[in-house]
């Protein structure tokens, strides 16, 4: 795999949640194609052995803007060589597997820039959220302070009991939800034909569309969100060491 000649330019961004059927796929396949018409060609990786990125990437059409993909599954086990970009890319997505070990979640996720976590309106799906966020952030170590974690909301229906509890648990989080993407038929149509909402008649996805640029927008601010983590945490540590002293009132 070819190495990124300016690693530091590079956002890294991870889909990940161990439940399948969670729409990782989908949400990476329609970053990427947004990111490709954008400019410039972004390097889309597939963990998953059963290769569903890779395969929408094959019916993906030769005029269609270039993205550069990957198959990794050998990186879910933790043997794998570290994962590169194509030399240009600027964003670098990685579609992760269900079912990764505890243990593997570190691993995973220690050098993302930005961490993506979908989920669905069902009770067995925030129950599988609540405890695999629980695990992230406990077993992996993960510092929510850190900004670069953040929810989506997938096959949503307003007005129903499975919404309002999604909504409830998600908000109990105090993780960014980024967008809420509606239970639609268009993301069927983009998966079979290598394409993403984005690249639509607008007509059709205009509600969609909205949705996948909020997601875009707060992963474009990935610099400054780190940026204001370490700035963040420099003031605590500056405060607890004792460094701003109070003037005393009344001295010359």
């Given amino acids: 795999m070819h190495t990124n000649p300016d690693p530091?330019?590079?956002?890294?961004?991870?889909?990940?949640?161990?439940?399948?059927?969670?729409g990782k796929t989908t949400l990476?396949?329609?970053l990427a194609s947004y990111f490709a018409r954008r400019g410039p060609p972004p390097t889309l990786i597939d963990c998953d052995p059963l290769g569903y990125s890779m395969r929408w990437l094959d019916n993906r059409s030769v005029q269609a803007p270039?993205?550069?993909?990957?198959?990794?599954?050998?990186?879910?086990?933790?043997?794998?060589?570290?994962?590169?970009?194509?030399?240009?890319?600027?964003?670098?997505?990685?579609?992760?597997?269900?079912?990764?070990?505890?243990?593997?979640?570190?691993?995973?996720?220690?050098?993302?820039?930005?961490?993506l976590i979908p989920i669905t309106p069902s009770e067995?799906?925030?129950?599988?959220a609540a405890r695999f966020i629980a695990n992230l952030l406990?077993?992996?170590?993960?510092?929510?302070?850190?900004?670069?974690?953040?929810?989506?909301?997938n096959r949503t229906r307003r007005n129903t009991i499975s919404y309002r509890m999604l909504m409830r648990f998600l908000t109990s989080l105090e993780i960014p939800i980024v967008a809420k993407f509606r239970d639609s038929q268009v993301f069927v149509h983009a998966a079979a034909h290598g394409i993403?909402?984005?690249?639509?008649?607008?007509?059709?996805?205009?509600?969609?569309?909205?949705?996948?640029e909020s997601i875009v927008s707060w992963l474009d601010n990935w610099r400054m969100r780190k940026f204001d983590a370490v700035a963040?945490?420099?003031?605590?540590?500056?405060?607890a060491a004792g460094t701003f002293t109070p003037a005393l009132a009344g001295q010359d």
Wanted: some cysteine; charged content about 20%; aromatic content about 8%.
């Fill in 8 to 22: 530091g330019n590079l956002h890294k961004i991870v889909i990940l949640n161990p439940k399948g059927g969670s």
């Fill in 28 to 30: 990476a396949t329609n």
């Fill in 66 to 115: 270039k993205i550069y993909g990957f198959a990794a599954p050998e990186h879910c086990t933790g043997k794998g060589a570290e994962l590169h970009a194509w030399p240009g890319s600027r964003q670098m997505i990685v579609d992760l597997p269900a079912a990764i070990p505890e243990n593997q979640l570190h691993y995973q996720t220690y050098d993302a820039s930005s961490i």
């Fill in 124 to 128: 067995i799906d925030i129950y599988s």
């Fill in 138 to 153: 406990l077993v992996a170590q993960f510092d929510r302070r850190n900004r670069n974690l953040a929810i989506v909301a």
């Fill in 196 to 212: 993403g909402i984005c690249d639509m008649p607008q007509y059709l996805v205009r509600n969609d569309i909205e949705q996948l």
């Fill in 232 to 239: 963040e945490e420099s003031l605590k540590e500056t405060a």
